[in-house]
């Protein structure tokens, strides 16, 4: 098992989790920790994932040998859906071991490998199998994406909850700036509330603030 690919998840489908894992590759490969990232599996697409452009964009470079090489984008499907219907509605289903190989050479490569998920951590990618399940089966440590509008604190307690319960390691929760619009009230105090219980009961967890890019 490789220890430097990290799962990227969050609250729900607009947490912001493709912003945010730009934002946090970007900032390691600042740091010297060379990080590529990869989406998994890419729905609402056909030849290039949108994300992975997203990313790219945010970390300062265009598209990357290992992109034109399909490492970073393995598995894309033509509707805009949950893994599970997107694979159903393309009549194939998800090739995980190309996935997997996939991450598994990029993490040969770079530090660290930022694998962004599709929604939400209870996100079904089969119709028996939750993305939650799948990350806590890999080992893979967690980026947890989170924001500050309305009901992002019980949405965010709530995956702790899951998290906790199937052992997942949690190395970090993003609060997520992006988009603008939040309540500035309700905002700051989210912030401070996800940070503060993070410091109380998940005291090996870092927080980061994903700010507003220009």
């Known amino acids: 098992m490789n220890d430097n690919i990290l799962f990227v998840s969050g609250i729900d489908t607009d947490a912001g989790k493709s912003y945010a894992t730009g934002y946090i590759a970007r900032e390691w490969n600042k740091q010297g920790r060379r990080t590529i990232t990869q989406k998994f599996i ?58 997997e190989a996939a991450a598994d050479r990029l993490a040969q490569t770079y530090d660290a490998v930022l694998v ?3 929604g939400g951590l209870m996100v079904p990618l089969t119709r028996t199998l939750l993305t939650i399940d799948y990350v806590a089966a890999k080992g893979w440590p967690l980026v947890f994406v989170t924001s500050g509008k309305l009901g992002s604190i ?14 997942i390691r949690l190395h970090t929760v993003a609060y997520n700036m992006y988009p603008e619009g939040t309540d500035s009230v309700i905002g700051r105090d989210t912030h401070d509330y996800i940070r503060d219980l993070l410091a109380r009961d998940f005291p090996e967890t870092e927080f980061v603030t994903v700010p507003l890019l220009g």
């Open 154 to 167: 019980s949405h965010t307690l709530l995956s702790l909850e899951a998290i906790r319960r199937r052992g």
């Open 116 to 118: 962004e998920g599709a």
């Open 42 to 99: 890419q729905t609402g697409n056909r030849d290039i994932s949108e994300d992975i452009e997203t990313h790219r964009r945010i970390m300062g470079c265009g598209l990357l040998d290992v992109d034109r090489q399909r490492l970073t984008m393995p598995e894309i499907f033509t509707y805009p859906c949950s893994p599970h219907l997107a694979s159903e509605i393309d009549k194939r289903p998800i090739d995980f071991t190309k996935i």
